[in-house]
Nanobody
Framework: QVQLVESGGGLVQVGGSLRLSCAAS????????AGWFRQAPGKEREFVAS????????YYARSLKGRFTISRDNAKNAVYLQMNSLVRQDTAIYYC??????????????????WGQGTQVTVSS
């Protein structure tokens, strides 16, 4: 069973950047696809980005318009989300997740079965 812990959230100004980290513990992490999701108060959890087990394939939510980059370092059991050109609409709790039964990417929240506790990102003007 994999355990996930997010870090790197905080307060940033519009136009700034943050890098979120997700530390994983457990066996066979490199065989799991991973992803980032976010949730604002009163809203459903939405897909941000996903990455295959090897890190070769990446997929992003259309609405992000190329501002975010997902990556992973399997030697460190870690997944990252680089966020640039942040806008106030990016304010949310960001969660990392893993698909322990699949190595391929997916944007379907229901297919991810391991979740971190989330880290708050607040973008202010």
């Amino acid at each position: 069973q994999v355990q996930l812990v997010e870090s790197g959230g905080g307060l940033v100004q519009v136009g700034g950047s943050l890098r979120l980290s997700c530390a994983a513990s457990g066996r066979s992490f490199s065989s799991y696809a991973a992803g980032w999701f976010r949730q604002a108060p009163g809203k459903e959890r939405e897909f941000v980005a996903s990455i295959s087990g090897t890190g070769i394939s990446r997929y992003y939510a259309r609405s992000l318009k190329g501002r975010f980059t997902i990556s992973r370092d399997n030697a460190k059991n870690a997944v990252y989300l680089q966020m640039n050109s942040l806008v106030r609409q990016d304010t949310a709790i960001y969660y990392c997740a893993a698909r322990t039964t699949q190595s391929v990417i997916s944007n379907d929240v229901s297919t991810y079965d391991a979740w971190g506790q989330g880290t708050q990102v607040t973008v202010s003007s």
